[in-house]
């Protein structure tokens, strides 16, 4: 009977778990879109200013942390100040990217940052990867070159923005992987907003633009939904493990396509939907592999 009743636990947990994701994921689109929309008329590194700013906002009125100094202490200081820099210049190519190219498009090749992801952690983890898991990422990257289309004058040259924060991005996350064997994730959490609101507050003075009411409330807006997404990550986080969560992180790709066509009246083309299709299926796959590496097997 309580075999039965923790079964049924465990499942509801992650039943939580997923719905959780799938809210993060969505609101990851919107801020996207809200990027998009504010980078038209105000210079990004105000823009991305704001995320952090209000996003730092936010995260600490829905976390409520009690103790700073808590938040503060590390065991990898440095290495806590890169991944967030590195973080940082994700964030600023996302946004450069989002605003000469369409809302899916820059999505779309940003979510290579999983097959990047898997590179890196050799050098920098020591982990090994397989031959099944090199193809994938092979043709995970063959993918994003069919969405570019580099040489070809179609796609704009910000398409390798794009590119940049999917390697910037998958730094990031091998770094935080690094470091979460040691430190807790909100103490992780705040060095990333700190360090954010810093190198930007720096430059603010010499680009500043003031907004109307209108642009402050999509600021803010912006804020609020990255601070959501992040907490509901970390809620997903608590009740099932990443590699069960990992492939409903695509429902980011699908709100930024609908978000989108909703909000500029932008469909992808044909070739960004076929080197989509192959990003997520050679994602899914490594999110495959991933999971019998972790039951022992070679992947």
Not at 91 to 116: D, G, K, N, Q, S
Not at 209 to 214: G, Y
Not at 227 to 250: E, M, R
Request: include cysteine; glycine fraction near 8%; charge should be positive.
């Amino acid at each position: 009977m309580s075999t039965r009743a923790g079964t049924a636990g465990e499942q509801t947990n992650v039943v939580r778990a997923i719905v959780f994701i799938v809210v993060g994921m969505t609101f990851f689109g919107l801020s996207d879109a809200l990027a998009k929309l504010l980078v038209a008329d105000l210079p990004v590194f105000e823009v991305v200013w704001a995320r952090y700013t209000f996003h730092f906002i936010f995260l600490f009125v829905l976390l409520r942390p009690r103790s700073i100094g808590r938040l503060v202490r590390t065991a990898h200081p440095r290495l806590q100040i890169t991944r967030s820099a590195v973080h940082f210049m994700a964030a600023f190519c996302a946004f450069l990217a989002l605003r000469y190219l369409p809302l899916a498009e820059a999505t779309a090749i940003a979510f290579v940052w999983p097959l990047l992801a898997c590179v890196l952690s050799v050098p920098i983890l020591k982990e090994r990867v397989g031959m099944r898991r090199w193809t994938a990422i092979a043709v995970g990257l063959a993918g994003a070159l069919i969405i570019i289309r580099p040489g070809l004058g179609i796609v704009h040259w910000a398409a390798f923005l794009a590119l940049g924060m999917a390697l910037f991005y998958a730094t990031y996350h091998v770094l935080t992987r690094k470091v979460g064997t040691t430190d807790p994730f909100m103490t992780s959490l705040f060095y990333m907003g700190t360090v954010g609101v810093l190198i930007t507050s720096l430059m603010l003075p010499f680009i500043w633009v003031a907004p109307d009411q209108t642009q402050w409330l999509l600021l803010a807006t912006l804020g609020l939904s990255g601070a959501t997404s992040h907490f509901c990550v970390i809620q997903a986080l608590q009740n099932a493990s990443a590699s069960t969560l990992a492939p409903f992180g695509y429902v980011h790709l699908v709100s930024a396509t609908f978000l989108g066509y909703l909000i500029f009246g932008a469909l992808p083309d044909i070739p960004t939907i076929i080197g989509s299709l192959i990003i997520v299926a050679s994602g899914m796959f490594l999110f495959y592999r991933e999971r019998i590496r972790a039951r022992g097997v070679d992947g």
